[in-house]
């Protein structure tokens, strides 16, 4: 599976910013996707993760994870971002959803940057 992440930027704090993974051509395999950040001297942290059939869930109610299937791609919509959500966000995908939250991850994308600060 080859992943691509996009969507990164600088923001201020309270804007929003929306992350895409793409998966061309995958559609037809069933998995789930998951995004992780990076922080600053840390290892990968779950965020947020989804099947393909929409079973999701998210550690942030401040970030919602969708599956746009006519375009293959999972898209990450974090509202309200603090300077602490400053981070590189990798998208992954694995077998299963709890895969994800174990960490099981059979593929990852690229990461994409995030910066929030004033």
């Known amino acids: 599976v080859q992943l691509q992440a996009s969507g990164g930027g600088s923001v201020q704090p309270g804007d929003s910013l929306t992350l895409s993974c793409s998966a061309p051509?995958?559609?037809?395999?069933?998995?789930?996707v998951g995004w992780f950040a990076q922080f600053p001297g840390k290892g990968r942290t779950y965020v947020a993760g989804?099947?393909?059939?929409g079973i999701k869930d998210s550690k942030d109610s401040r970030f919602a994870i969708s599956v746009d299937g006519a375009e293959d791609t999972v898209k990450l919509q974090m509202k309200n971002l603090k300077p602490e959500d400053t981070a590189v966000y990798y998208c992954?995908?694995?077998?299963?959803?709890?895969?994800?939250?174990?960490?099981?991850?059979?593929?990852w994308g690229q990461g994409t940057l995030v910066t929030v600060s004033s």
């Open positions: 051509g995958r559609v037809s395999e069933r998995y789930a």
């Open positions: 992954a995908s694995a077998k299963t959803l709890g895969d994800v939250h174990e960490g099981s991850i059979d593929h």
């Open positions: 989804i099947t393909w059939h």
